[in-house]
């Protein structure tokens, strides 16, 4: 009999800025995506052009909010100042129909905002409002264990706790 697979689901999650619950506030949150720039090479001798790895590209995502929160706005406004997120959610395995585990899923992430909502009226309808923001930190963890860890003004990217930049920072005396 052939093995059944687990089939993993994560379908809802809450939203803290600077450790406080946006619990019910956030109807929406995109986190940013890890988009590596590759540089061509190509030189005399070789039957092709090739690609290589040659950075990460500005991270950026956005949070659509549920209303006005003035306690949270007010974080959201000032764009020199940094905050903290952490979104976090739990993911579920099923296999063979069943749920066959539960286990936490964070994302940390330092964000600037880009913009301020002031929010878009619709008679009868809520308020609806949608920060951008760009990033400079992010690390992803699945039950305690990090996936991986992008530091834009340290220089660390770390892949499954693999310091991907170490003898680049050592190299350039850093």
């Known amino acids: ?5 687990k089939i993993g689901r994560l379908t809802n999650a809450n939203i803290y800025v600077d450790g406080s619950s946006l619990l019910g506030r956030v109807e929406e ?10 540089a061509e090479h190509k030189a005399l001798g070789l039957n092709g052009t090739v690609e290589y790895y040659a950075g990460i590209d500005k991270m950026e995502g956005s949070m659509k909010w549920t209303s ?3 306690e949270f706005l007010r974080k959201l ?3 020199f100042k940094a905050v903290r997120v952490q ?16 286990t936490p899923a ?3 992430l330092t964000i600037q905002p880009k913009d301020f909502p ?17 990033c400079t930190y992010v690390r992803m963890e699945i039950n305690g264990e990090v996936i991986t860890e992008v530091d834009v003004e340290s220089n660390i990217f ?17």
């Open 87 to 102: 979104v976090r959610g739990n993911l579920e395995e099923y296999q063979g129909g069943e749920r066959v585990g539960q």
């Open 1 to 5: 009999m052939a093995q059944k697979i």
């Open 77 to 79: 406004a000032n764009p």
């Open 29 to 38: 949150f995109n986190c940013p995506t890890l988009t590596y720039k590759q």
């Open 118 to 134: 002031l929010g878009n009226f619709v008679q009868h309808d809520n308020v609806e409002l949608t920060t951008n923001y760009g």
């Open 158 to 174: 770390k892949v499954d706790g693999e310091d991907l930049l170490a003898t680049y920072r050592r190299n350039l005396g850093i």
């Open 106 to 108: 964070v994302v940390f």
């Open 68 to 70: 006005y929160y003035p």
